[in-house]
């Protein structure tokens, strides 16, 4: 789909950049991928301390937990509205990893 494709070709170009990311508002991204979101993940795990994720229905907990787990800066992270990546587990990182 288009925006996987446009995210995935930020993360590839841009790299670098993503590293000092603060803050990102991927809010009603409905198609946003766990690929996607993982990549994101990776490249600005140093220093993201916010990313709002609402509606983002297509996520699964497998993104969400590896999110929370490689972020360890995390502090705000809004999942309101992605009903499919939410289950136990995944609240159980986003509780410990989150601040």
Do not use: P, W, Y
């Not at 301390?49 to 969400?64: G, M, Q």
């Not at 705000?76 to 992605?82: A, G, I, N, T």
């Amino acid at each position: 789909n288009r925006i996987n494709q446009v995210l995935n070709d930020i993360l590839l170009s841009r790299s670098s950049t993503l590293r000092s990311l603060h803050s990102l508002s991927l809010e009603n991204c409905s198609n946003l991928s766990d690929d996607v979101l993982c990549g994101i993940a990776q490249q600005c795990k140093e220093h993201l301390i916010k990313i709002n994720l609402f509606n983002c229905v297509s996520l699964t907990s497998a993104s969400l937990s590896q999110l929370c787990r490689l972020a360890r800066g995390l502090q705000e992270l809004d999942v309101s509205h992605c009903n499919q990546g939410m289950d136990d587990s995944t609240l159980e990182v986003m509780a410990d990893r989150c601040r």
